[in-house]
């Protein structure tokens, strides 16, 4: 059985210490998830739910419904990623317990070159408020894509890494990742986006926006 992450509370703990969350939760979604090549971009995203409610209370209880409601996700999409989840066993089910294994941190490990190793140095998760996340005018792929950028700008600081790197670190298109990035700045979620050319030069200058809460 794979090694499980995180807390063990029984079911009433877990819906006592979800009561006392006074903001909504940011979803975190580790390195070796964003960039795994096996996962889908909607699997990503609902692995990364489960490892935010792993880290602070154990396991998640939350319905395909209540998941959909809250990711902006058709329910039966939420079943189809969790059976899958399930069966590369980077989930375990007890009744209505989801708990993420350690799965998630080796999977890719057989299956890439060393050149792949070498070059996966960058160790950044990322974390995607409720204001993103629970868009609905935002694809999945976008808001994983906001969430790069936001682990590096945080509303403040330039991200500028090259799309042919920011494409291998969600393991998505290079046009995805220009298509995705007009749509953030066209909803004003990107406080600045423009590119820098010259000589040799072709760069993209980011910065995100912020959700300040009182």
Wanted: aromatic letters at 10%; hydrophobic letters at 35%; glycine letters at 6%.
């Amino acid at each position: 059985m794979k090694k499980i992450i995180g807390k063990n509370l029984d079911i009433s703990e877990f819906e006592e210490e979800l009561e006392t969350l006074k903001r909504p939760l940011a979803i975190e979604i580790p390195f070796e998830i964003l960039s795994n090549k096996e996962l889908s971009l909607n699997e990503k995203l609902i692995l990364g739910l489960d490892f935010s409610f792993g880290k602070k209370l154990g396991f998640n209880i939350m319905s395909n419904l209540e998941i959909g409601k809250l990711l902006k996700m058709h329910p039966n999409i939420v079943g189809n990623c969790r059976i899958n989840l399930l069966k590369k066993q980077y989930l375990i089910k007890d009744g209505r317990k989801y708990f993420l294994t350690e799965h998630y941190k080796t999977a890719q490990k057989s299956t890439i070159s060393d050149v792949e190793k070498s070059e996966n140095k960058d160790q950044r998760n990322i974390k995607l408020p409720f204001e993103i996340y629970a868009d609905n005018r935002l694809k999945t792929g976008e808001k994983l894509l906001w969430g790069e950028y936001n682990s590096i700008s945080k509303g403040e600081i330039v991200y500028f890494a090259k799309r042919e790197y920011t494409a291998k670190r969600l393991n998505v298109s290079i046009e995805s990742i220009s298509n995705w990035t007009k749509f953030l700045f066209e909803k004003e979620l990107l406080r600045e986006y423009h590119l820098v050319t010259g000589y040799c030069t072709h760069q993209r200058k980011i910065i995100t926006c912020r959700f300040d809460r009182e």
